[in-house]
């Protein structure tokens, strides 16, 4: 796979206030400026799940001002990777995209210590994803 200079990421989850917010927040942070980011849900919740924004503060990340995002078609056109996290069909395709489909507890409804687990697996993910993109994750 030919990738841009700056590659576009957009991940995505039903409510967007869980899964597709932790591994937006981990690229931005392993990331920086060398990837465009994007997250958003098929059915936006109304606001970012209280258990993963305490996860993500744990590991020094703080996405407590972060607000649920709609997905939009032009949001999958104009990304070159998407990352889908259990939402099936709900999800646009568009040919030439590369699609990733990680599966991952949902968090929803869960406290710290079941978000814990599902963070460390989005982080080892986006970790693989930095190599497969050739990017260098910042320490």
Not at 25 to 45: I, K
Not at 64 to 72: C, F, G, H, I
Not at 100 to 129: F, H, K
């Amino acid at each position: 796979m030919t990738v841009p200079a700056i590659p576009s990421v957009l991940f995505v989850c039903v409510h967007n206030a869980g899964r597709s917010q932790m591994a937006a927040a981990f690229l931005t942070h392993l990331a920086g400026d060398r990837v465009q980011v994007r997250s958003a849900g098929s059915a936006p919740a109304d606001t970012v799940n209280p258990a993963v924004v305490e996860a993500m503060s744990e590991v020094g990340i703080d996405i407590s001002a972060e607000v649920p995002k709609v997905l939009t078609t032009e949001a999958v056109q104009s990304s070159d990777v998407v990352i889908t996290m259990g939402c099936g069909d709900a999800c646009p395709y568009f040919p030439g995209k590369r699609y990733l489909d990680w599966q991952l507890d949902d968090p929803a409804g869960q406290g710290p210590d079941a978000v814990r687990p599902i963070r460390d697996q989005i982080e080892q993910r986006i970790r693989g994803l930095l190599a497969e993109l050739d990017i260098e994750a910042t320490p």
